[in-house]
């Protein structure tokens, strides 16, 4: 058995009535957790006063223990089903993920298909120049999209300066040093690097593949940072002090044109400010099922298998 808060059982509780309302719960435990991808997933023993279920968190649903008598079949399942239900929509939050940094990352593609056809050093060297101005696309981003409060603003393509600029106000403070180092490291480093292979008279393909996976991964991390810091992550929960958050998408209904996104709490529930993170328009049956939809019908119910999976059949098997 693992510790659960008060919050936890209720919300656990509350969920398991709404889909089993004919069901009277005798006791429950939380049972086992696993985390996947920073999602964490806790799974619970419910017994009723008729039968008994597996709810498993993040999201929720539940398993009947007659279809699914082994736990890790059920975890199992759970884990597949969380891979298919979204699988209509990951190229739309995955380009909202890093918004507006979408032509920095266009860029490093394009650096990377450069790279394949690249043979000669003058192809190394324009490897270098791409992955220089890929850098500077970054920087001209970051100033565009956040209001930086710095007295004296540097030039546009001012890329240390710039570094400097966004680590003192994404990274300030003195707990923060080891964090700004690091970042302002692999930025400055990267920018060199990339300088001198513009103009190597003896570069290589090896140099030019160092120089863009340099690039790509520094951009990843500070394109990650600059995100968090507009969109006011917090690094764990301000309520709980748990770090299990994760983004929760929304729309407004004065407004369905525009998709908002915050932080939420895994353990508490607390919610953080939204922020607009895109447009993208709904056509009307869209809308209207955003709008209305309270419940679900008929094919939104749980639904479990008639038999317990005991084993996988096989084509070859006989009756």
């Known amino acids: 058995m693992l510790p659960?808060?008060?919050?936890?059982?209720?919300?656990?509780?509350?969920?398991?009535?709404?889909q089993a309302p004919d069901l009277k719960i005798t006791f429950l435990q939380k049972v086992y957790s696993e985390t996947v991808l920073s999602h964490r997933h806790d799974v619970w023993d419910i017994h009723t006063d008729k039968d008994r279920w597996w709810v498993i968190t993040n999201p929720t649903n539940l398993y009947s223990q007659d279809q699914f008598p082994n736990m890790d079949l059920a975890v199992t399942?759970?884990?597949?089903?969380?891979?298919?239900?979204?699988?209509?929509?990951?190229?739309?939050?995955?380009?909202?993920?890093?918004?507006?940094?979408?032509?920095?990352?266009k860029q490093i593609a394009d650096c990377t298909?450069?790279?394949?056809r690249a043979d000669t050093v003058a192809d190394f060297q324009a490897v270098g120049m791409r992955s220089r101005e890929t850098l500077l696309t970054f920087i001209g981003a970051a100033q565009d999209w956040v209001r930086w409060e710095c007295n004296d603003r540097p030039m546009r393509a001012d890329f240390r300066a710039w570094v400097e600029v966004i680590l003192a106000e994404a990274l300030p403070g003195r707990e923060q040093k080891e964090r700004r180092h690091l970042f302002k490291t692999l930025l400055i480093e990267a920018w060199t690097f990339a300088n001198w292979l513009t103009h190597a008279r003896a570069a290589t393909w090896h140099d030019a593949e160092a120089c863009i996976s340099t690039?790509?991964?520094?951009?990843?991390?500070?394109?990650?940072?600059?995100?968090?810091?507009?969109?006011?992550?917090?690094?764990?929960?301000?309520?709980?002090?748990?770090?299990?958050?994760?983004?929760?998408?929304?729309?407004?209904?004065?407004?369905?044109?525009?998709?908002?996104?915050?932080?939420?709490?895994?353990?508490?529930?607390?919610?953080g400010k939204p922020m607009p993170v895109d447009v993208e328009p709904l056509d009307e049956e869209h809308a209207l099922a955003l709008i209305e939809r309270v419940g679900g019908n008929e094919t939104d119910e749980c639904v479990i298998m008639e038999a317990p999976l005991r084993r996988i059949r096989k084509p070859t098997d006989v009756d």
């Open 77 to 105: 399942f759970h884990m597949g089903l969380c891979l298919r239900m979204p699988v209509s929509e990951p190229r739309q939050l995955n380009a909202r993920r890093i918004m507006p940094f979408g032509e920095t990352f």
């Open 113 to 116: 298909a450069a790279l394949s």
């Open 4 to 18: 659960a808060t008060d919050q936890e059982r209720l919300d656990v509780c509350d969920y398991f009535a709404s």
């Open 215 to 271: 690039v790509e991964h520094v951009l990843g991390l500070g394109t990650s940072l600059v995100i968090r810091f507009h969109r006011d992550v917090p690094e764990a929960c301000p309520k709980c002090g748990s770090r299990s958050l994760a983004p929760e998408e929304g729309r407004d209904v004065r407004d369905l044109d525009v998709v908002w996104e915050r932080p939420v709490c895994g353990d508490c529930g607390w919610t």
